[in-house]
């Protein structure tokens, strides 16, 4: 399998543009997650969906960011309009429910990720 | 207090000593823990799970579980210097639940 696939891999942009990530989770997980890593805030959870559904968007910062799950192969976070505090490295995870496919724990795999620079 | 909390070190061991990675935890429900490496530049990889009490072992490494403590470890025993990277403790809170709570991360140096 090809694993979680993310583009693209650098954005640098400019404050206040549209920015659109976008996300391929592994063929037959039906969760996937959208993380932010910084220095100062570390590894966080933004938003997850199950079978397509967002479940918990607890962790999305603000109105400024949406994300979107139109099918089971692909996903969308978007920020508009982007700021400077938004440079980060995000990152997309996909897993398979525990249990299922012969799974003993619900790991997560996590896509190279999608390193974001906003000037 | 943090959900998770590591010590961010960074911590330095000689090649061939056993390393030694700490993190607590603060909501007594959690169920299942998780042990991810990050090398720099890269994304994180699950290495170890644990779910019961005790010492799971896995080739070099051992995770070790205290739920009363509320304290879950990582010993790397023979450290190379390929396992210099950032170590992420992550929690989640009941069986089958999927969102994971990340600590911040120690960074770890194996000196040749």
């Known amino acids: 399998d090809a694993g979680v696939i993310q583009s693209p891999r650098h954005e640098v942009t400019e404050m206040g543009q549209e920015v659109t990530l976008r996300c391929k989770p592994i063929?037959?997980?039906?969760?996937l997650f959208w993380y932010r890593q910084t220095m100062m805030r570390g590894l966080e959870l933004l938003i997850y969906?199950?079978?397509?559904?967002?479940?918990?968007d607890s962790g999305m910062p603000e109105d400024r960011f949406s994300a979107k799950m139109p099918n089971a192969s692909f996903s969308t976070l978007k920020i508009q309009p982007s700021e400077p505090r938004d440079s980060a490295v995000y990152f997309c995870?996909?897993?398979?429910?525990?249990?299922?496919?012969?799974?003993?724990?619900?790991?997560?795999?996590f896509g190279p990720g999608t390193r974001l620079t906003v000037l | 207090q943090k959900e998770v909390e590591q010590n961010s070190g960074p911590l330095s061991v000689p090649e061939g000593a056993i390393a030694s990675l700490n993190c607590t935890y603060s909501?007594?429900?959690?169920?299942?823990f998780f042990w991810y490496r990050q090398y720099s530049g890269k994304s994180p990889e699950l290495i170890m799970s644990?779910?019961?009490?005790g010492d799971k072992e896995d080739g070099r490494f051992t995770a070790q579980l205290n739920k009363a403590s509320q304290y879950v470890s990582l010993l790397i025993r023979d450290s190379q210097p390929s396992d210099s990277a950032t170590y992420l403790c992550?929690?989640?809170?009941?069986?089958?639940?999927?969102?994971?709570?990340f600590g911040q991360g120690t960074r770890l140096t194996i000196n040749p």
């Open positions: 995870a996909s897993s398979l429910a525990l249990g299922w496919g012969g799974t003993s724990s619900n790991e997560q795999f």
């Open positions: 063929s037959g997980h039906d969760y």
């Open positions: 969906f199950n079978n397509n559904v967002p479940i918990d």
């Open positions: 909501d007594r429900v959690s169920q299942s």
């Open positions: 644990i779910y019961s009490n």
């Open positions: 992550a929690v989640n809170r009941g069986w089958g639940a999927q969102k994971l709570v």
